[in-house]
Each structure stands twice: as structure tokens, then as C-alpha cells.
Nanobody, 115 residues
Framework: QVQFVESGGGSVQPGGSLRLSCAAS????????MAWYRQAPGKQRELVAT???????NYADSVKGRFAISRDNAKRMLYLQMNSLTPEDTAVYYC?????????WGQGTQVTVSS
């Protein structure tokens, strides 16, 4: 199994930006299609963005044009650049493989967008 550690969250005003990072524990990470997920209070976890092992990306309609997912396989890192943030983006953000079975979920990183 692969362990994931997310970081980079914080509190920002609407319109602000954040860059999330996800560190993977094993080099097999490079073989996986990866994704960012988020879970807002009282809601189910949802898929935000995916990236294949060779770098093809896809986004939820709610973040398309504002978020960008990327990866550095040599560093075993996954990233999510988030721009033009809105209060609706407030959630705990997680990384994991793009398709189950999932590896153990990390602790996530909290993103709060508020004025």
C-alpha cells in the first residue's frame, strides 16, 4: 500500500489561491492514475481532479478552469493549484488513486474560503 500526506491548505479570502501538495510513500506512485478529492461538512467525498500516469488531466465541472492538477513522479508528489477560490471550495482535500480500490486515506488538508 501507499501512504499519502497532504499539505498546503489554509484560510483564504474569496478570489484567492492555494497550492496543495500530496507526498506518496512509494515509487509505485508513478504507475497510478491519481486524483484529488474533497469533503465538505455534511457532504460526501467528491472527486475534484484526476491525472493519469502519463499526465492527462480531467476536472469536475465545478472547478474546471480554476484548478490545475499536476504530478512529479520523480519526487512522488501530486499537486493541486487552486485559483479564484470561492466559499463553495471550503472542504478537507485528500489525494488518492483515481480508481479504487483506494489506498489508506491520509489526514487531508483543510481549505477554508471566507471573507
Amino acid at each position: 500500500q501507499v501512504q499519502f500526506v497532504e499539505s498546503g491548505g489554509g484560510s483564504v479570502q474569496p478570489g484567492g489561491s492555494l497550492r496543495l501538495s500530496c507526498a506518496a510513500s512509494r515509487s509505485i506512485f508513478s504507475l497510478y492514475d491519481m486524483a484529488w478529492y474533497r469533503q465538505a461538512p455534511g457532504k460526501q467525498r467528491e472527486l475534484v481532479a484526476t491525472i493519469t500516469s502519463d499526465g492527462s488531466t480531467n476536472y469536475a465541472d465545478s472547478v474546471k478552469g480554476r484548478f490545475a492538477i499536476s504530478r512529479d513522479n520523480a519526487k512522488r508528489m501530486l499537486y493541486l493549484q487552486m485559483n479564484s477560490l470561492t466559499p463553495e471550495d471550503t472542504a478537507v482535500y485528500y489525494c488518492n488513486v483515481g480508481v479504487g480500490p483506494f489506498h489508506p486515506w491520509g489526514q487531508g488538508t483543510q481549505v477554508t474560503v471566507s471573507s
